[in-house]
Nanobody
Framework: QVQLVESGGGLVQAGGSLRLSCAAS????????MGWYRRAPGKGNELAAS???????GYADSVKGRFTISRDNGKNTVYLQMNSLKPEDTGVYYC???????????????WGHGTQVTVSS
């Protein structure tokens, strides 16, 4: 099994920044890509950003140019740097691990518990 633990959420004013971290442990050899999903109040999940083990990244149009996903393989940690935050970025952010080497939506079998991000106007 794979365990994913997020940290770094919080309350920030519009225009501010936050960095989320996701530490992976366990059978991490199963993971071929990592992603950050988010769930806004009253909405479904959105894959905000993803990164393969080879470093290929993908972003939702809503976050392009503002969010950056990165990874530190030595620490088994993935980061999401979020800049120029907007109130519509508010939601619960989940770290997820995919067993498929893709920046798409498939294979996300492992999930963290989520961290709350609130952006005030």
């Amino acid at each position: 099994q794979v365990q994913l633990v997020e940290s770094g959420g919080g309350l920030v004013q519009a225009g501010g920044s936050l960095r989320l971290s996701c530490a992976a442990s366990g059978s991490i050899f199963l993971i071929k890509a990592m992603g950050w999903y988010r769930r806004a109040p009253g909405k479904g999940n959105e894959l905000a950003a993803s990164i393969t083990n080879d470093g290929v990244t993908g972003y939702a149009d809503s976050v392009k140019g503002r969010f950056t996903i990165s990874r530190d393989n030595g620490k088994n940690t993935v980061y999401l740097q979020m800049n120029s935050l907007k109130p519509e970025d508010t939601g619960v952010y989940y770290c997820a691990g995919s067993t498929i080497a893709t920046t798409g939506l498939d294979g996300y079998d492992y999930w963290g518990h989520g961290t709350q991000v609130t952006v005030s106007s």
